[in-house]
């Protein structure tokens, strides 16, 4: 068939992906980098640098990896071409969709649920992440497209007589352990698709029982049944995990086979303490995603009856019975991405009921005329497109903030901004420079230095179920484990920087080399951001303001932690609050309330360095706010800082308070 031809039969398939494409292309590099992006980025980086060196989780979606490594040795590297494999491994993936849909159901149903996934927020989101989901995705999908074409072959797809008897393709199935092997090294949760086509078997066999004309006990789909019953009792079976276990090790990482293996013991706890809690996380999915139309998805299943029996059980066994092995047998972890492998079937289930819809609704309503015409066909392509999550889907792609991007319910991903924090950085920082930072794979990757050191001095005993501070002993220098580590590195080191993301602010941060750091460096408000903290040192230009706390709020952190400030006693009718902030422009911004019950919001013409120049309102200013005595009390006194609600826009985003006392 030529070019030409190809175009013409199939231009409005090329469209939607196409369509599909330029979505999941629009604004690719915006977010940072995440964490988990990082196992594949910072591999290939390493590897054109010549420095990759391997990693423990170099195995979890290799392939992604070495997808990236050709892009950023031809185009160089950067946050757009670390996500591009990911977007063309989901494209292709909506095009098996389309051809397993038809091959299963019809054409419409595969145009219906083509659109609907081109549209899906939680598709589109997890298409444009480089992390081995979408290339997952892909993997599973032709995985399912090869079974159904070597279990209903044609005739010319069998070449010899042993496969002939069995009416199985061997070239299809050839092609269906090599593309395994690529399943494989894209995610262990490809032996999920042996679970869904063993019980899809096992309904062909069961309902063939019942058919007088098909009943058989030797077919291959009874063969296969039988298989299925004995692995799943040699899996499920919790008298046996030890030793298939020992029998997978042998051929398996051990990774996968915990993966393989349920954690019984695990299961039982989880059975009384969060019986649905997994069910209930995937169905939020499903409920979010597409809103009421989810209903339509239920419905689906069913309506798929009345389309192709054969085919709905096959749907039933690659959705359903995983979403119940997922939701109740392999529930950790249970995140709102493991689901979507297995989504383009619940979307299919989707476009089954609007088909039927169309199919015997509006036929019987609607002109025959009308019905055929191109005018109406367009119609319900676009009252498809509007039944889609098309408008939260072009909010997100078009949003300027990072932060959680995506309803919770479709994701756990918060994007903490390093990139804006990390890149200026760049004009200031010297070679001889120390960094100390809570992310040393970001400050790598976007600053190129991979002798960061890292920054934490609490972890949790999983033995004890107990938060515990790092020990001295267990590091050598230079590290910032504990406060004499990092203490260390401040004195041997001229200037130094400390890049760190919420973690100084949690519980992972011991309390006393925080305020060491708080006292001892500047802070940039300048390189800061709402996510990302910056403070330097340089001992050749000494501090001119010291600084007791720390405190940054924002839009997105309305409320620091309760301070306290002692008074020896109360001999006056009234006091002043002494507060030392910075990037206050906003008359409402600002508001301290005292012992939880008194609260005042800070005059932002009141500031020591206002001088009727709205200007230097954005600078560090001392504020003195006069008080009621009878709003204190003798000994301890809390007070809070919170960011106003109704701000506006602002100049300088959110606030910064460095000292506060009650004179």
Known sequence: MKFKEIIKENWLLILILVIALLVRLHNLGFLSIWVDEFIHVQAAKEFIQGTFK??????????????????????????????????????????????????????????????????????VFWSRIARNYAIFGFFFLLLIYLILKFMDPKEEDIKTSLFKKIN????????????????????????????????????????????????????????????????SILVFLPALSDTIK???????????????????????????????????????????????????????????????????LFSLAMFGYLFILMSYVYREPALPRYLYYIYPFFVMAIASTLFLVYDKLLKKVVPEKIYGSKVFIGALLLAIIALTPIKDTVAMLQSEKHGQVIPRELSHWYFTNWKQASLPIKNEIKESDVIITTGR?????????????????????????????????????????????????????????????????????????????????????????????????????????????LEVLTADKKQSKEFFVNIAQLNTPSKNIVIEAEGLDNKNELKVILNRKSAVYIDVSKGNKYAGNRANSLKRQVFTIPINSSVLVPGRNSIIFQFGDNVGKERFEGAVVYNISIQ
Not at 175 to 197: E, K
Not at 511 to 534: A, E, G, H, Q, W
Request: aromatic share 20%.
């Open 168 to 231: 199985i393709s061997e070239k299809y199935l050839v092609l269906f352990i090599i593309a395994l092997v690529f399943s494989l090294l894209s995610h262990p949760l490809t032996f999920f698709v042996f679970f869904g086509f063993g019980f899809y078997c096992f309904l062909v066999f069961t309902t063939n029982l019942f058919d007088k004309k098909n009943k058989s006990f030797k077919d291959k789909y009874a063969v296969l049944a039988y298989l299925f019953v004995a692995g």
């Open 441 to 549: 794979m970001n400050v790598g990757y976007y600053l190129d230095r991979n002798d960061a050191i890292r920054y934490r001095q609490v972890f949790y005993n999983t033995e004890t179920r107990q938060y515990e501070n790092f020990k001295d002993k267990d590091f050598e220098y230079p590290h910032a484990y504990t406060y004499n580590g990092v203490k260390e590195i401040y004195d041997r080191n001229e200037r130094g920087w400390m890049v760190t993301d919420y973690y100084f602010d949690g519980i992972f941060s011991d309390p006393k080399t925080r305020d060491f750091l708080v006292r001892n460096t500047i802070y940039r408000s300048d390189l800061s951001n709402s996510d990302i903290k910056v403070l330097q040192w340089d001992k050749s230009k000494p501090k001119t303001q010291n600084n007791t706390m």
């Open 246 to 312: 020992s029998i997978l090790g042998v051929l398996l990482p051990a990774k996968v086979v915990n993966w393989v293996v349920p954690d019984w013991a695990r299961l039982s706890t989880l059975a009384e303490t969060a019986k649905h809690s997994t069910f209930d996380l995937y169905m939020a999915v499903l409920k979010s995603d597409f809103n009421m139309l989810y209903y339509l998805g239920f419905i689906g299943f069913i309506a798929q009856f009345f389309i192709n029996k054969r085919s709905a």
């Open 54 to 123: 391997g990693s423990a989780d170099a195995g979890n979606g290799i392939l992604l990896t070495y997808s990236i490594i050709p892009f950023f040795k031809l185009f160089g590297i950067n946050d757009f071409l670390a996500r591009f494999p990911s977007v063309i491994y989901a494209i292709l993936s909506l095009f098996l969709f389309f051809k397993i849909a038809k091959k299963l159901f019809n054409t419409p149903v595969a145009y219906i649920g083509l659109i609907l996934l081109t549209f899906s927020q939680y598709h």
